[in-house]
């Protein structure tokens, strides 16, 4: 499944929580494991935060995101039209901040290299920064069992299209193992 | 994102609740370090993290900053109860080999 969404919002702090549920909404089709959402939803918040208080810093700005899916690589690109960076190696140390010792910790680009699988930065004085990252999402059934054969029961005709007739052996197994969501949608089948 | 305080002698404990981001990061260090002016006697603070959903290095930031404030008046700071996401980024960050941590990570079960 391959998908792409672009956006633009302003440097305020208050767009973080925004940009990041976006994020992670994007890539809910995938079916991502909890810790593979909260590791997007921090990178992406992190990409951000740089953009707005470092990019910017007092100025009023447009931040944008570009992010896509290539089968199961998500990749978000962070951008913005900010100050740039002179040292990008300096930058990413882990500890170096540019804003108040007391205030920053300094860990923003390590925190994006830890919970992603890929980070690049490109960026140049007075013209602006942008953050790539990616991360491939798994497939479930390397973590969960039976997942291998859930990925191989496809839905019967019946589920999908037809109230009268009996869910397949395949979507039942399924019901069993995505619990709630697939419930929902035989109870709808049921009722309608 | 939500900020209660419990104080118990000598320790002020802050409970959290919600997303803490920079958005954010302001006003807790603000409340926090206004509530360690008014109780000069206090030597522990303590993060209480159970109901933190998501966190990200700006939360760490503000956890380091009272960290130095408790050091220099003394005192020691914990964390406590920290969900499995948030407790990834406080091993990431080594928040953890300076504070004290107690409790189990709720996700961890």
Known sequence: MDNMIRLEFMSLTQNEAFARSVAAAFIAPLDPTVEELADVRTAVSEAVTNAIIHGYRRRRGMVSMLLTLKGRLFTARIEDKGCGIEDIELAMRPFYTTGNRDERSGMGFAVMAAFMDGLHVESKVGEGTAVTMEKLISRREEECEGGAERESLEPCEGCAECESREPCEGCAEREKSEGLEAGAAFGKIENG | ?109
């Open chain 2, 1 to 109: 994102m939500e900020i209660a305080f419990e104080v118990k002698g000598r320790s002020l404990t802050v409970k959290l609740r919600g997303e803490i981001d920079q958005h954010c990061a302001r006003e807790l260090r603000s409340a926090i370090d206004g509530r360690l002016h008014e109780n000069r006697e206090v030597k522990r603070l303590v993060f209480d993290l159970e109901r933190v959903s998501f966190m990200d290095s700006s939360g760490i930031g503000v956890i380091l900053g009272r960290y130095r404030l408790m050091r220099d008046r003394g005192g020691e700071t914990a964390i406590v109860n920290a969900q499995k996401n948030v407790e990834k980024l406080l091993r990431l960050s080594g928040v953890y080999g300076l504070t004290e941590s107690a409790g189990r990570s709720r996700a961890n079960g």
